[in-house]
C-alpha cells in the first residue's frame, strides 16, 4: 500500500486540530463533509474516480484502508477541476431555456 504524499499532505492539513497521522492504520477520524471534500481532491488533484458504492465509511477508515481501494484503481490525468456527473434527463445551471 502506497499512500501518495500530495494525500497524505492533503489528510494532515485537513484534521482541524487532529496531530499527522503516524500510523496507517490509526483511524482518520473525518466526518461526512470532510468525506466529500477528500472525495473532490482524490479525483480532481489525482485522477481517482470514486465509485457511489465505495462511499462507505470503511473505506476511508484509515490510510491503509484508503490505499487498498486506491490500489483497485488506475488514476486518470487530473484536470484539476471537479465535474459533476451528468444524467440524462436532469437540468443544469449550464442548460439554456428555450423561450
Do not use: C, W
Request: hydrophobic content about 35%.
Amino acid at each position: 500500500m502506497e499512500i501518495p504524499h500530495k494525500l497524505k499532505e492533503y489528510i494532515d492539513n485537513n484534521r482541524g486540530s487532529l496531530p499527522p497521522v503516524t500510523d496507517p492504520d490509526e483511524p482518520l477520524q473525518i466526518d461526512s463533509l470532510a468525506l466529500i471534500r477528500l472525495v473532490a481532491f482524490l479525483e480532481s488533484e489525482l485522477g481517482y474516480r470514486v465509485e457511489d458504492e465505495e462511499l462507505i465509511a470503511e473505506n476511508f477508515a484509515t490510510l491503509r484502508t484508503l490505499g487498498e481501494l486506491l490500489a483497485t484503481k488506475t488514476p486518470i490525468p487530473p484536470t484539476g477541476e471537479v465535474k459533476p456527473p451528468l444524467q440524462e434527463g436532469i437540468p443544469t445551471f449550464s442548460d439554456k431555456r428555450e423561450k
